[in-house]
C-alpha cells in the first residue's frame, strides 16, 4: 500500500550535517504518521523522530536541538536534517509510515519501512 524509498545518507565529519530523504508512493504522506528510526552496527532499531498527521512533531533526547523531521506534501517526501552530527549518530537510518490514529514512537506500530540508508560520522 505504501512504498518507501531512502536516500541522502553518506560520510561527514563530527559536526558536520546531512540531510535524508524519504520518497513515498502509494499514499499521501499528509494522512499518515512518518517516521525515522536508525541501527547501529549490533544495536536494536531505535527511534529518532516522527512527524504525525496534522504535522506534530517528537523527537528522542538524544537528537533534539540538533535533528529536524519535516514533509513536503507536494512531493510526497518526509526529511531529516541532521546538523552537528556525532560518532553515535552513526547508524542505518530508516523511514517508517504509520496509519494508527495516534502519534507513537513504537516500531511495532509501523506498518511501512524503507530499505534504509548508511549514515557513517567519523571523529
Known amino acids: 500500500q505504501v512504498h518507501l524509498v531512502e536516500s541522502g545518507g553518506g560520510s561527514v565529519q563530527a559536526g558536520g550535517s546531512l540531510r535524508l530523504s524519504c520518497e513515498a508512493s502509494g499514499r499521501a504522506i499528509s494522512t499518515v504518521a512518518m517516521a525515522w528510526f536508525r541501527q547501529a552496527p549490533g544495536q536494536e532499531r531505535e527511534f529518532v523522530a516522527v512527524?504525525?498527521?496534522?504535522?506534530?512533531?517528537y523527537y528522542t533526547d538524544s537528537v533534539k536541538g540538533r535533528f529536524t523531521i519535516s514533509r513536503d506534501n507536494v512531493k510526497n517526501t518526509l526529511y531529516l536534517q541532521m546538523n552537528s552530527l556525532k560518532p553515535e549518530d552513526t547508524a542505518v537510518y530508516y523511514c517508517?509510515?504509520?496509519?494508527?490514529?495516534?502519534?507513537?514512537?513504537?516500531?511495532?506500530?509501523?506498518?511501512?519501512w524503507g530499505q534504509g540508508t548508511q549514515v557513517t560520522v567519523s571523529s
Open positions: 517508517a509510515a504509520s496509519t494508527m490514529a495516534l502519534l507513537t514512537t513504537r516500531e511495532a506500530e509501523y506498518d511501512y
Open positions: 512527524i504525525g498527521q496534522i504535522g506534530n512533531t
